[in-house]
T-cell receptor, first 109, second 114 residues
Framework: EDQVTQSPEALRLQEGESSSLNCSYT??????LFWYRQDPGKGPEFLFT???AGEEKEKERLKATLTKKESFLHITAPKPEDSATYLC??????????FGKGTRLSVIA | ETGVTQTPRHLVMGMTNKKSLKCEQH?????MYWYKQSAKKPLELMFV???????ENNSVPSRFSPECPNSSHLFLHLHTLQPEDSALYLC?????????????FGPGTRLLVL
């Protein structure tokens, strides 16, 4: 059974304090790993797709990396507007998409 | 963001009511999905449609009934719901089903069952 575990559950950072969010996964045949951002009361907003170990993608202050067992979302010098829940999901040969519970990020000015 | 729209955005219904949620995608995609998002739980996949055919039904109670009349529209018909069905219902679409395709989500319908 495909599984996704995200840690930490919640993270509180000072503005400018860089950190990383973790997504550990167990799947049979990874076809893609996805990161989304979700603001309260809204639908998830797509950030990145990673397909193979060693792949990296960047967007503004965010950088996603992928290994054979986990993915990291690095946040460099975060701002208060980066506060949101970040969701990780995997697609394998078994299911379209399996999500983790998310990491709730708060960035304090 | 207008790629995937959902109506209504908020819905309050009694347990004996019948209502429908609507989703429309303007991205030219061939696959559409319904998810349920409850507090403290991961998104739960409910239904998958590919080229207007239902390809997955994750043991969802029969009080939820999906309908996909064409590749741009998806409905979720609701009847005799329970209070535990209160949640955020999300619609998504992708170019095709599975195979690493990125799913794009709508804003969701916040449902409260009294």
């Amino acid at each position: 059974e495909d599984q996704v575990t995200q840690s930490p559950e919640a993270l509180r950072l000072q503005e400018g304090e860089s950190s990383s969010l973790n997504c550990s996964y167990t799947v049979s045949g990874l076809r893609g790993l996805f990161w989304y951002r979700q603001d309260p009361g809204k639908g998830p907003e797509f950030l990145f797709t990673l397909y193979s170990a060693g792949e990296e993608k960047e967007k503004e202050r965010l950088k996603a990396t992928l290994t054979k067992k986990e993915s990291f979302l690095h946040i460099t010098a975060p701002k208060p507007e980066d506060s949101a829940t970040y969701l990780c999901a995997v697609n394998s040969g078994n299911t379209p998409l399996v999500f983790g519970k998310g990491t709730r990020l708060s960035v304090i000015a | 963001e207008t790629g995937v729209t959902q109506t209504p955005r908020h819905l309050v219904m009694g347990m004996t009511n019948k209502k429908s949620l609507k989703c429309e995608q303007h991205l030219g995609h061939n696959a559409m999905y319904w998810y349920k998002q409850s507090a403290k739980k991961p998104l739960e996949l409910m239904f998958v449609y590919s080229l207007e055919e239902r390809v997955e039904n994750n043991s969802v109670p029969s009080r939820f009934s999906p309908e996909c009349p064409n590749s741009s529209h998806l409905f979720l018909h609701l009847h005799t719901l329970q209070p535990e069905d209160s949640a955020l219902y999300l619609c998504a679409s992708s170019q095709s089903q599975g195979k690493g395709e990125t799913q794009y989500f709508g804003p969701g319908t916040r449902l409260l069952v009294l």
